[in-house]
T-cell receptor
Framework: DAGVIQSPRHEVTEMGQEVTLRCKPI?????LFWYRQTMMRGLELLIY????????DSGMPEDRFSAKMPNASFSTLKIQPSEPRDSAVYFC?????????????FGEGSRLTVL | SQQGEEDPQALSIQEGENATMNCSYK?????LQWYRQNSGRGLVHLIL?????REKHSGRLRVTLDTSKKSSSLLITASRAADTASYFC??????????FGSGTRLQVQP
């Protein structure tokens, strides 16, 4: 367990509301990945950061989604305004310390329900 | 779009039996990984096999990779009820983002 803390673990909100999901690696990491998991589409990469800079955000569904990584110990994924189709489990993942070969350590996820 | 597709989608076996899951992918890879996900939890990395490797073992896990067929298999020997979970293959072009398959749901009956 490389230690990735996600919050909130569960969120229920109404359509149109802003949602902010948070990810905090216990040890600072310059690389960080956001994935979304749904029954219909499985695990999808939304965005990933390297050296705190977004490298690939092609998976971000639309302009309603935005992500930031202001430092190596914190990242946020924001949805504004939220829609029912955004209901999913959102995972944050990090690579292990230098020397790794590409595996990822995942947080426990944030389960979002948009009514 | 998903790179890997697991087969079968669901598998139910008795404790003590072996479980075999297969994964097919589409493009060239640097490595292939298998992950496990318990219900309501995050994914946990199980094993990684590089594109120049054909077989790898870790405890009760055995992974094979056939790059000519673009396929991999995960074998769990002597399964236990605690192995009940979803299993995903993921392909990576090195240190960049992984692409996950749709998963196999394994149910091990005690």
């Amino acid at each position: 367990d490389a230690g990735v803390i996600q919050s909130p673990r569960h969120e229920v909100t109404e359509m149109g509301q802003e949602v902010t999901l948070r990810c905090k690696p216990i040890s600072g990491h310059n690389s960080l990945f956001w994935y979304r998991q749904t029954m219909m589409r499985g695990l999808e990469l939304l965005i990933y950061f390297n050296n705190n800079v977004p490298i690939d955000d092609s998976g971000m569904p639309e302009d309603r989604f935005s992500a930031k990584m202001p430092n190596a110990s914190f990242s946020t994924l924001k949805i504004q305004p939220s829609e029912p189709r955004d209901s999913a489990v959102y995972f944050c993942a990090i690579p292990p310390p230098p020397g790794n070969t590409g595996e990822l350590f995942f947080g426990e996820g944030s389960r979002l329900t948009v009514l | 779009s998903q790179q890997g597709e697991e087969d079968p989608q669901a598998l139910s076996i008795q404790e003590g039996e072996n479980a075999t899951m297969n994964c097919s992918y589409k493009t060239s890879i640097n490595n292939l990984q298998w992950y496990r996900q318990n219900s309501g939890r995050g994914l946990v990395h199980l094993i990684l096999i590089r594109s120049n490797e054909r077989e790898k073992h870790s405890g009760r896990l055995r992974v094979t990779l056939d790059t000519s067929k673009k396929s991999s298999s995960l074998l769990i020997t002597a399964s236990r009820a605690a192995d009940t979970a979803s299993y995903f293959c993921a392909t990576g072009p090195g240190r960049r983002a992984l692409t996950f398959g749709s998963g196999t749901r394994l149910q091990v009956q005690p």
